[in-house]
Every structure is written in C-alpha cells, then in structure tokens.
C-alpha cells in the first residue's frame, strides 16, 4: 500500500513541475522603464582582474575623504573599523587622530545617560542616524543603505556606483508622463525605475582633496567607489596573491610528482 501511494506522490510531483515548465514564459516584458534604463559604464581600478592587482592607496585616500565629507551624512559604513585604513598607509597615530575626528556613541558612566566621545581606532564608523526611523524621517521615508557592501550587493558593483553617482541629468523629452520624476525623486537612468530619493550628491570642487588632485565629479565618483570597492573586500588583494601561491605550490608539485614517477618506473618493463 505505501510504493503506490509513494508511486502516486511522486507521479503528482513530476506532473505539477513538467506542467511549471510547459506553462512559465520564458522571458518577462519589459516594462515601460526598460526603454529609458542605461548599461552602468566600465570603471577601471588597480585592483580589477587577477595580474597584479593592487590597492591605489592614494585613490582609497581620497575615496574615504569623499565617503567623509559627502557620504557619511546620509549613509552608513557598519562593518568598517577605523583601524582597518591602515590598508590605505596610514600609521597608528594618523589613524587615531582620524578617529579621534568623529564622535561616536557612548554611555556616561556617572549618569547612565546616552553620550558621544571621541572614536577610537577599535571603533567602527558611527551611523548618520540613531535608527531607521530616525534616518527615514530625515529622508523623505527614503532609507539610505549602508555602502560597506554596496558593490557586492548592487547588479554592477563598482560600475554601478560610479555610473549612478555621474548619471543625474534632467529626463528626456519623450519620456512617459507615469515615468516623470515626482516630488522629491531625481531622474537617472542608471537606477532600476529612473527615480530614486538621493539628489545629486557630488559637484565640481566639493572636496578639497590633499593630494592636490582636481575634484571634478567624475573624480570623485571614481575615488568613492575604489574605496567601496575595498570596503566590501579589504582581502581581495591577499586573496588573489595567496591564490598564485596556491597555483605555483601545485604546479611545481605536479612536476616533481612526474618527474620521480618517470624516475622509479624508468627502469621497469611494462
């Protein structure tokens, strides 16, 4: 009584999945948005490919001088310490002072009352805003994501933030009134339905860059999303070395295991 009751559950499982198969369309009409949405365009870094790659420091510099002076009004960094910028060069007392620029939160030991002191290297970059509600009501009910892994967790990664961070332009001519911008949305053809709640964020000479370098818009979009680009993966450099070890060990391994098999059987008939 249990293999053909089995039999016949199994039977209506296949029926129900050819059936999913047969009736699923294989592809979605794009919508009226799809007409007007642009490919995000190419942004080459030192640390792209797998020849040696390598961090800029220099633009990892001016990137996080940009997320600082920018960004950080609006958006989180929660899984960046400050004492992991030692990646861009910098040294202990230079990081500490860098902390030492931000307040972040903190209880008073004499009162128990919430306070703020200064950041310390083991502190990791303090929220723009005590909660989501907080940050959605400053924001039109728009809530700014956190960018320490936004190249990882947007289709497009860095090209996807560069092109959105130079895309903003004024909609075109032919585009549908139901695609207008309404109040408070911006028009940029790189976001996923052209309008999204961040104005434009960057302006030529914005930020007045150390180094001396000109900060043009484009620039800045560059050097900001290098810098999220090792926010999402502060390894990705000592990934892909310890992977040529990797290679190399083996390689030579596999040689020298073919060279003694021809050397012990080199002597025997077969």
Known sequence: MVRPLGFLVGLGFITALVLAIFTTPLSNEPNAAYAFHKK???????????????????????????????CSACHSL??????NIADFGYTDGQIKTFAKGFQVPSINPDTGEPATRDGLPSDYFPAPYANEVA????????????????????????NYVYSLLTGYQNPPANLPKELQP??????????ANLNLAMAKPLTDGQVTYADGTKSTVDQMAKDVSAFLVWTA??????????????????????????????NIWADKKH
């Open 40 to 70: 995000a365009r190419p942004l080459k870094l030192a640390s792209d490919g797998i020849l040696l790659p390598h961090w800029d420091k220099a633009q990892l510099q001016r990137g996080m001088q940009v997320y600082k002076e920018v």
């Open 182 to 191: 309404s109040t408070g949305l911006h028009y940029n053809p790189y976001f």
């Open 135 to 158: 940050a959605r009501a400053a924001n039109n009910n728009a809530l700014p994501p956190d960018l320490s892994l936004i190249t990882k967790a947007r289709e497009g990664g860095k």
């Open 233 to 262: 993966e502060p390894k990705l450099i000592k990934r892909i070395q310890v992977g040529y070890a990797v290679f190399f060990f083996l390689l030579i391994f596999t040689v020298l295991t073919y060279l003694s098999y021809r």
């Open 78 to 83: 929660n899984l960046v310490a400050f004492r």
